[in-house]
């Protein structure tokens, strides 16, 4: 099911979300309708924060990308164990439709997680997957891309969001 996507300015985006305890079939539910979702809006990524669960879950699907590795990845309670070079990349975000920023991060990660077996897994993500798996984690940690950027690029990004917001308002 496609579910109605949050968007910034809202208060369970800027809260951290908690760890998934209890893996009931709602949590398969959650996932599923993560991915109806994000494709729906054609994204490559997606937070549970981001249809309103405050649950540790995220999801992305590169293949879109086409320079990319096609990977359709389900991550429950993702944790970074190592994380190395710098790598900018102009992003957008479902949450914050029209605007997009470029955002610097690491190049490589190293991620574990449970899949929606809940089996724990390892994996090591470089380039577009590496960003896009970041820009989600961040989501869980209630931190949105705009809050990687610093001091200037801030207000300006924080500006021409206002405006596409009114501009939206009109039309
Ligand atoms: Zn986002």
Redesign the pocket.
């Known amino acids: 099911m496609v579910r109605k996507i949050i968007t910034f300015p809202a208060e369970i985006l800027t809260k951290p979300t908690k760890r998934v305890e209890d893996f009931n079939t709602e949590i398969r539910e959650i996932i599923k309708d993560m991915f109806d979702t994000m494709y729906s809006a054609e994204g490559v990524?997606l937070?549970a924060n981001?249809i309103g669960i405050p649950l540790s879950i995220l999801v992305i699907d590169t293949t879109p990308k086409e320079e990319a590795p096609n990977l359709r990845l389900v991550f429950i309670n993702p944790r970074i164990l190592n994380q190395e070079g710098r790598i900018k990349y102009k992003e957008g975000?479902?949450?914050?439709p029209g605007l997009s920023v470029e955002v610097e991060r690491f190049k490589r990660v190293e991620v574990s997680a449970l899949n929606e077996k809940t089996e724990e897994f390892r994996v090591i993500l470089e380039d577009f997957p590496a960003v896009v798996f970041q820009?989600?984690y961040d989501?869980l940690q209630g931190i949105?891309?705009i809050d990687r950027l610093k001091g200037w690029r801030k207000r300006l990004a924080l500006e021409r969001y206002k405006k596409i917001l009114k501009e939206r308002l009109r039309s």
């Open positions: 990524g937070a981001q975000c479902l949450s914050f820009h989600e989501h949105t891309f």
